[in-house]
DNA sequence: TTTTTAAGTGCAACAATGTTGCAATAAATA
DNA sequence: TATTTATTGCAACATTGTTGCACTTAAAAA
């Protein structure tokens, strides 16, 4: 985790090596407002700039959902500035609320007349495996 | 179009009429940007709320893609302030960078060990018919 | 290891985006 | 038409994100 920066070719500094560690402890994605209360004291922009270059190297992907605070979670390591190759989906609880980037061995593929699709993004909604009892 | 307001029971007034006409006039998802550059003159803070009981009463979604402006579509008629029934996907053209949204006859379907998925969204990036050529 | 260079940080100030209370106004209902 | 209810616009504020610049720190070179 620790020489992810210096493999993404970022200067590898406390505040960042910080914010990238609080990302390493969880194993889902987290809203900002999480980095912030796990963080004691930060500088509000340098956390912006920090999430920035981050998703700019492709350390870190962004999840939005309509109406709800972004997220984020590490990338996998061959994700780069310009494309992201992830295989996985979005799953977000219905209860717990928890977003999680599921590996999933079979993508669906779709197909559509006259269009030509290059990537798919999916998010799924339901209860996770915690919840789903 | 102009009885979708009292279909959803909402007051049809003479602005909420200008920003659903706007909507109809599109065959695409379009931003906020576009709304108020087709309003001729607008209340700032009435257009927050337009939109936002719009999206509450099910007369148009919202489509968000990482790092980019939302964009609102209308929905369908079966759409309500609980759930939205769409069987479509959101195809964003990477040349002309329109937002479509795309009717589909056999929805993908996936399944995860041990979780339990009620819905699916799914976003595809690629060309469109228009520049697919 | 020390010096040089390049990059990151923090401050101030600003810009954009979204929200709330309240009075005036307009729409729906009786 | 009169009454009730909802919408609008204003002011003021809150949140979120950005930029220029001086200072500090990290990386690279010597
Ligand atoms: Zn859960
Ligand atoms: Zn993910
Ligand atoms: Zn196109
Ligand atoms: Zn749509």
């Known amino acids: 985790m620790t020489n992810l920066l210096k493999n993404k070719k970022i200067s590898e500094t406390p505040f960042r090596k910080e914010v990238l560690a609080i990302f390493g402890r969880y194993n889902n994605?987290?809203?900002?407002?999480?980095?912030?209360?796990?963080?004691?004291e930060y500088n509000r922009i340098t956390l912006y700039r920090t999430i920035k270059i981050f998703l700019e190297k492709g350390i870190i992907h962004e999840i939005t959902i309509?109406?709800?605070?972004?997220?984020?979670?590490?990338?996998?390591e061959e994700c780069n500035t310009d494309?992201?190759?992830?295989?996985?989906?979005?799953?977000?609880?219905?209860?717990?609320?928890?977003?999680?980037c599921v590996e999933i061995n079979k993508f669906p593929s779709i197909a559509l007349p006259n269009y030509k699709i290059e990537q798919l993004e999916i998010q799924a909604t339901g209860l996770c495996q915690s919840c789903n009892v």
Chains 1, 2 share one sequence.
């Open 29 to 40: 994605a987290i809203p900002l407002s999480i980095v912030e209360k796990e963080l004691k």
């Open 83 to 100: 494309a992201h190759h992830h295989q996985h989906i979005h799953f977000k609880c219905k209860k717990c609320e928890i977003i999680y």
């Open 66 to 76: 309509s109406g709800e605070e972004s997220n984020y979670a590490v990338c996998q």
